[in-house]
């Protein structure tokens, strides 16, 4: 468990795979706060940035991609240190750089690991 609760931010826009990762989150001791794409992640941010102490974020949503909630997530004073993980199967290398250029702290293949890796990812950028 972790020394107190952490709010976790999924900007996921596929349900089974959000509702998966809100269960692994949570019983390794996160909060979870659930958008289904960039636009509701950054209205959810607007209300609720002072307790978000991550954002799970995925890449290929539909309207807003993860690209782009990054990019606006991070010109924003309030937004701007809020740690982000990627989250997607976009698995090449000009993603990931893109990714990590953009402010992004990690890089998670989905289709690689299992919930309970993506909660241990989760655990270490957040101690970081």
């Given at each position: 468990?972790?020394d107190e609760n952490k709010t976790i931010l999924i900007a996921?826009?596929?349900?089974?795979?959000?509702?998966?990762?809100?269960?692994?989150?949570?019983?390794?001791?996160?909060?979870?706060?659930?958008?289904?794409?960039?636009?509701?992640?950054?209205?959810?941010?607007?209300?609720?940035?002072?307790?978000?102490?991550?954002?799970?974020?995925?890449?290929?949503m539909p309207g807003m991609d993860g690209f782009e909630t990054?990019?606006?997530?991070?010109?924003?004073?309030?937004?701007?240190?809020?740690?982000?993980?990627?989250?997607?199967?976009?698995?090449?290398?000009?993603?990931?750089?893109?990714?990590?250029?953009?402010?992004?702290?990690?890089?998670?293949?989905?289709?690689?690991?299992?919930p309970s890796e993506l909660a241990a990812k989760v655990k270490?950028?957040?101690?970081?």
């Amino acid at each position: 468990m972790i020394d107190e609760n952490k709010t976790i931010l999924i900007a996921e826009d596929e349900d089974d795979l959000r509702q998966m990762y809100t269960i692994a989150l949570s019983a390794a001791g996160f909060e979870v706060i659930e958008a289904s794409d960039g636009a509701q992640a950054l209205s959810l941010l607007e209300e609720k940035y002072e307790v978000i102490d991550l954002i799970l974020l995925d890449i290929v949503m539909p309207g807003m991609d993860g690209f782009e909630t990054l990019e606006n997530l991070k010109k924003d004073e309030r937004f701007k240190n809020i740690p982000v993980l990627v989250s997607t199967n976009l698995d090449n290398d000009d993603d990931k750089r893109e990714a990590l250029k953009m402010g992004a702290k990690d890089y998670f293949v989905k289709s690689k690991h299992t919930p309970s890796e993506l909660a241990a990812k989760v655990k270490m950028v957040i101690s970081e």
